[in-house]
């Protein structure tokens, strides 16, 4: 059975910085692209992040560029999110996928 | 960045009924490859989005035959024949064809 299992989330003042985790089972993680999205609160979903299977290819969204940071280790089936410089508006659930397969998310709350 | 434009953002309908739910994209979705990434997910309430249709018409797993994609370019349906209870949330069209990845708005398919 697949599972991708996010950790690492909680509430963070503004300007400070929190790292994800996700932890992947059941498939062969260092063959896929993986993907960080985010949901803020009764919100659609919003594309964060990407890193290809080697991690030769990475990208940003717009509103994240420069402030986080999306790095996997293989060994350890494990995908990571480096968040810095936390606005309020980074507020969300933070889901680990790569697509065809969904972690159940990890809540960042900024807030002072 | 691609817009995704999706339709109708709510739907209200009874258990049996057949509905549609149209993405149009701001330009074409055929990658390189050849290949269209353009998939369709819900997300039921409280859960985590689950891939339905992947590449516009190809299944997801354990998906049942109820659901379908069409479309080529910059124009997708997806088609629900027989809503049942378990359907009911809101869809999402996503594009991978380009970065940034992008999400339709969602539609919310709620029971008559």
């Known amino acids: 059975e697949v599972q991708l299992v996010e950790s690492g989330g909680g509430l963070v003042q503004p300007g400070r910085s929190l790292k994800l985790s996700c932890l992947a089972s059941?498939?062969?993680?260092?063959?896929?692209?993986m993907n960080w999205i985010r949901q803020a609160p009764g919100k659609g979903l919003e594309w964060v992040a990407s890193?290809?299977?080697?991690?030769?290819?990475?990208y940003y969204a717009d509103t994240v560029k420069g402030r986080f940071t999306i790095s996997r280790d293989n060994a350890k089936n494990t995908l990571y999110l480096q968040m810095t410089s936390l606005r309020s508006e980074d507020t969300a659930l933070y889901y680990c996928?790569?697509?065809?397969?969904w972690g159940q998310g990890t809540l960042v709350t900024v807030s002072s | 960045d691609v817009v995704m434009t999706q339709t109708p953002p709510s739907l209200s309908v009874a258990i049996g009924q057949s509905v549609s739910i149209s993405c149009k994209s701001s330009?074409?979705?055929?990658?390189?490859?050849?290949?269209?990434?353009l998939h369709w997910l819900l997300q039921s309430p409280g859960q985590s989005p689950k891939l339905l249709i992947y590449?516009?018409?190809n299944l997801g797993s354990g998906v049942p035959d109820r659901f379908s994609g069409t479309g080529s370019q910059k124009d997708f349906t997806l088609k629900i024949s027989r809503v049942e209870a378990e359907d009911l949330g809101v869809y999402y069209c996503?594009?991978?064809?380009?970065?940034?990845?992008?999400f339709g708005a969602g539609t919310k398919l709620e029971l008559k």
């Open positions: 059941g498939f062969t993680f260092s063959n896929y692209g």
């Open positions: 996503v594009q991978a064809t380009h970065f940034p990845y992008t």
């Open positions: 996928a790569s697509l065809g397969y």
């Open positions: 330009q074409s979705l055929v990658y390189s490859d050849g290949k269209t990434y």
């Open positions: 890193i290809s299977s080697s991690s030769s290819y990475i």
């Open positions: 590449q516009v018409s």
